[in-house]
């Protein structure tokens, strides 16, 4: 019975800001490595950042001045701070383990940076 529910995406002028969250029921993140990935429309899948369970981040080169993935082991949810976005970062946002294929994807969040 574990979901992963994504939320906090929206429509945002280049430059703008969001934050999402990623809820988490049914398990422990504090033991796992975890990721956001996001889906562009035409796209494959791919890995935006992530945070190991010791808390070391890493992005991929396209956001990491710009997104910060962050965690709260309490609250069993993750975080993912997007600053100075920009419309190539129109994409379904999900969250899910950094090793995926164990968890069923959630419905994700759409984060869409137009004028």
């Known amino acids: 019975q574990v979901q992963l529910v994504e939320s906090g995406g929206g429509l945002v002028q280049p430059g703008g800001s969001l934050r999402l969250s990623c809820a988490t029921s049914?398990?422990?993140?504090?033991?796992?490595?975890m990721a956001w990935y996001r889906q562009a429309p035409g796209k494959q899948r791919e890995l935006v950042a992530l945070?190991?369970?010791?808390?070391?981040?890493t992005a991929t080169d396209s956001v990491k001045d710009r997104f910060t993935v962050s965690r709260d082991n309490a609250k069993n949810t993750v975080y993912l701070q997007m600053n100075s976005l920009k419309p190539e970062d129109t994409a379904v946002y999900y969250c899910?383990?950094?090793?995926?294929?164990?968890?069923?994807w959630g419905q994700g969040t759409q984060v869409t940076v137009s004028s």
């Open positions: 899910n383990l950094a090793t995926p294929g164990r968890i069923p």
């Open positions: 049914g398990m422990r993140i504090s033991i796992y490595d």
């Open positions: 945070i190991t369970k010791r808390g070391i981040v």
